[in-house]
């Protein structure tokens, strides 16, 4: 079993920064195939891809990400961060870790980010 803890969330203020951290505990090891991921899902939405990064390093962002949110990982620590710069209202969801793993998935309990305009 794998845990994923999701920290970092909060209010801000259009414009600013949050970043988010993302710590996996447990059975995490997966191999080559593993990936971490960050989605989100605000109200009367879908969920929606945030940005993934690969045990290899190679990341993709969802298309309203690229250029203001910046994903990284460290494998010593077990975790994965997203740095959110200029924040927009539309911005303001809950955010989960998820994490690949051949065919298991597994998903924290989501940290909570509100942007005020």
């Known amino acids: 079993q794998v845990r994923l803890e999701e920290s970092g969330g909060g209010s801000v203020q259009a414009g600013g920064s949050l970043k988010l951290s993302c710590v996996a505990s447990g059975d995490i090891y997966c191999g080559i195939g593993a990936s971490m991921s960050w989605y989100r899902h605000s109200r009367g939405a879908d969920r929606q891809f945030v940005s993934k990064?690969?045990?290899?390093?190679?990341?993709t962002y969802g298309d309203s990400m690229k250029g203001r949110f910046i994903m990284s990982q460290d494998l010593a620590k077990n975790a994965v961060y997203l740095e959110m710069n200029e924040l927009k209202s539309e911005d303001t969801a809950m955010y989960y870790c998820?994490?690949?793993?051949?065919?298991?998935?597994?998903w924290g309990r989501g940290t909570r980010v509100t942007v005020s305009s």
């Open positions: 990064i690969e045990l290899a390093g190679r990341i």
């Open positions: 998820h994490r690949q793993c051949g065919a298991y998935e597994y």
